[in-house]
Structures are given as C-alpha cells and as structure tokens.
C-alpha cells in the first residue's frame, strides 16, 4: 500500500503543483520485520460488482465544476438530483453551453436536472401531542412508497415501502434502518417490517451486499452488518420466520469475508485481515479511492492537509463512512485532524462482534434447517473470531474491548462501540462486569452514554449521544444482568429526548448529552437533522419498555 502515488481531482480549468509527503509511520513499516516476513501490499479490488455509475462518474467535469463552485450549501444536493435527459446529452450541453458568454452554471443545471424534493417540509408538529404521539405521525411522513423511477437517477429503486431517517437523507439507510425497525415493531407496524427485510434480501440479491443507502454512490460500501439482527427481529415479532432469509445472510458473510481464503500472514483484502497468528478479522473498506459523490468538495479539501496520497484519504474517509462512525477519533491518528485519517489500518470491535452474530444466526438457522454440516462450520468460525477478537481487541488490564490498530500492532481507542459484544452475547460475564465498571466511569451522563471520551469536534464523539449506541447498551447490559445500569442507561436517554421534545416538539439525529440539560449535538459534514428515524425507533421502543417520561 506504500507505493501507491499520489492522485487530487481537478478541474479541467485548474493547475496544480503539489509536493506531498508521506505519512508512513515507522511502527507500520516494522510490522512485517518483526515477523520476518517480506513486505505485501494489498491487493485492491476494483469498483464494485455493478454497472451503475455515480453522478461523478456521468457528469465527469460538469460534476466537479458544481461541487467545487458551492452551487448548493450541501455536497449531497447535486449528487441527489435526477436528470431531466440523458446524462451524455446533458454532458455535451454543458461543454458546449460554458463556453457562450454569460454562462449561468445554476440556470444550466437548474433547466437539466430534476432538484431533490424535500417531502417533509410541510410537516409542522403538534405542539400538545405527547411524545409517543408525536413519534407515531412520523411514521407516514418518513415513509416512501415505491413510484415510477426516473432513469439514471442516483436513487435505487425498491420493491417495497421504506423509512427513510429525514432531513437531508431521502434515502433508506443499512444500519439507520434496523433501529427505527425497533420502533416500527414497538407501533405494530409489521407492514413495513416485513417489506423492509424484503427491500434489504432484495437489495443483496441484486448486488450481492447491502450497500451503504439506495443511492448508486453508496454501492461501493456497506454499513455495519445488521441484517442477522434484524432476522432475529422479525422473528420475534412474528412478521415471518428467520429461515427464508438464509440464503441472503450466507451472501452477506461472503461479501465481508471475499479474499479471506487467499490471504498471507500480515496481508488484508478489502475487508478481511489475516492476523499473524493465522487469524481472520474484519475492518471496514471501500470499493472506490476517489472523493465521495456525496461530499466532493470536503474529501477534497481534507485529502490536501493530510501530506499523503489523496486515494489512500479517499479510501480512508469512504471506509469510515462504511462503519456508520463519520466521523470519529477512533479513526483518527490525531483527534484533532480529521486529515489523520486511518480507517482502514484499524480493526473495529463492533464490526466484528455483528459478524460474530453473523455467524452465529447462520449456524443457528442451518441448525433449524437440518443442515448440520453448514451449522457446523458456522460454530467454528464464530468460535474462532471470538478467540482471535479476545486476543486482539480485549484489554485485560483495564478490563475493555477496544479496536486495534493491525498495522502498528496495538490497541487503539475504547468507545461506546465496546458495548456491541454484550449486545450480540459474545462477550464472557466477567468481561460485562468489568464493561460495566468501565461505561459507568467513562461514558455514563445524565443524559445517557458518550460515543467516545475525545473532545474532537467530530459527530461520533464526545459531547454526543446517539440513539443506536444507548440501545446496545440498554439491551447488552440487560443481557448479562446489569440490569440497574441499563435501566439509569435508558431513563437517562428518555429523558434527554423528552426534555429536547417539550423544548422544541422535534427529535434529532444527536444530542449533546454531557450536562444535564440537553443540547443539539454537534460537528460533522452537515447540519443537525431533524427528524429522526433511528432516534424514533429506539425512543418508541424504550417508552413501551419504561414508559413515557413525566
């Protein structure tokens, strides 16, 4: 991976000299002689297995031109929009039309694509109406039906009815959407439960993963891998049985382990690592090393303060966007540069305590299925990830899981992330007892739980909460018996968005939790959401658990 150059997306009107300077840390580079092993790189696989381009891909310069002009306050707007031609025609238009004199570069996109349409801007809360309430008559207004599609949008079209998150997400999301399906469970909507397990085996039917959102630039990722969480939901809310959706989740697994059975000691392959011991684990990775669609002009402009080559930070930062975390200090070498991006060198504990519960849900339901052999070879790979993630990412002198860092070979950071082996039931009762101790001293608040101990000023840390984060909590200490933890866990978080929801009759993506009055959480690419699908679902969820705060 060192020998890679360095590459920046231009315009064709814009000349750059750059010196860059590599970022190659000395701990990276010792790696391979401690092991006596000759240096591999890592192979790349090429862009994802479908013909579908991005915006950027169709667009080429008239893209990159919008982007980098701020033609619109959001990165995500033009990648969102729908042409009203073919985009080859749009395209020779356009270099024909920049040429005329008073070129309008708005006029010109405004008379060729279709803007995005924001369907819930008519929505005005009731102020009166109690949270549950309110909540409920977010259903419909975060709900899309299917409908004719324009061709060579960047949207995927979907069989059936999905929740989106809100805001500026019109799109369905991977791993946003199994929280909110809490809430849909908790509403006795089993209509969109079930038409949403369907969307998502649909989706990796069609192309062999779930990606990131239904969006052709989200193709080239995934997000956590939630899917055989949310068999094991519908299961329990008796929308349908688990077994039909065997088949899919036996391609999800080949999708995050594609390469494994080729890998030398000390080498990775997309998203799987081979460990010096012989090991497999997971990181997150991304098909494509170019600046996001969705985020062109950011990607640029933080490729060009990190000092190394721009595909290795593309890659990077689309990785992170693959782990749901975009952005956090756990991927971060210096918290306070998002430039210091390594995404790909760390090996995540949530990732791959969701692929333990991967493996296990296909071993259970091959089980159910008299399959012995498949049940067989599941057990064993779970057993073995849970032996290789407690060599590698449990830290038996403070008592945490945390990632670690495969190419410096060290742990890394600890989060709230350490709390998805409870949630999955792979972690020991001694190891929750010492978790316990360990989220009550460093990540409880009054508010609920922090993502991370860092002040960074990036969105997946410290001051915020996020609804996903409490919900594993509440459910993974409850798992092994915490239940006084998990209970001030989830009355603290219920109050955080009842205190927020009197104030201001909305939910939000985030909050600010680490006062007792909670605030707008924020940081990251964009503006706080309002909304908010999976703080919706996890908060409906609790109030049937709890009951609505007073």
Known sequence: MFNQKPGIAVSDEMEIDIDVRYEVDPCELKLDEMTGAEPLPEVIEGLPASDALTPADRYLELFEQVQNSHLFADSKTFPDCAPKMEPLTILLNYRRAKRLPGFDLRQFVEAHFYL???????????????????IESLWPVLTREPQDHIENSSLLPLPQAYIVPGGRFSETYYWDSYFTMLGLAESGRNDLLRSMADNFAW????????????????????????????????????????????????????FWMDGAESLSLNQAYRRVVKMPDGALLNRYWDDRDTPRDESWREDIETAKRSGRPASEVYRDLRAGAESGWDYSSRWLRDADRLASIRTTQFIPIDLNAFLYKLETTIANISGLKQNKETETLFRQKASDRR???????????????????????????????????????????????????????????PGGILATETDSGEQWDKPNGWAPLQWMAIQGFKNYGHDALADEIARNWLNTVSLFYQRHHKLIEKYHIAHSVPKPGGGGEYPLQDGFGWTNGVTRRLIGLYGEPR
Not at 215 to 228: D, E, I
């Open 116 to 134: 995005p349409h924001s369907y819930d801007s008519a929505y005005v809360s009731d102020p009166g109406a109690s949270l549950t309430a309110h």
């Open 203 to 254: 989706l990796i039917e069609t192309y062999g993963h779930i990606p990131n959102g239904n969006r052709t630039y989200y193709l080239s990722r995934s997000q956590p891998p939630v899917f055989a969480l949310m068999v094991e939901l519908f299961e329990e809310d008796g929308v349908r049985g688990a077994r039909r959706y065997l088949d899919h989740l036996l391609l999800e697994y080949a």
């Open 387 to 445: 032996d290789a993630i407690n060599r590698y990412l449990w830290d038996g002198e403070y008592g945490l899981f945390r990632d670690y860092d495969w190419r410096r070979q060290r742990l890394a950071a600890f989060s709230a992330a350490c709390v998805v082996p409870l949630y999955t039931l792979m972690a020991t009762h001694e190891q929750a007892q010492h978790l316990a101790e360990n989220v009550r001293a460093r990540l409880l608040t």
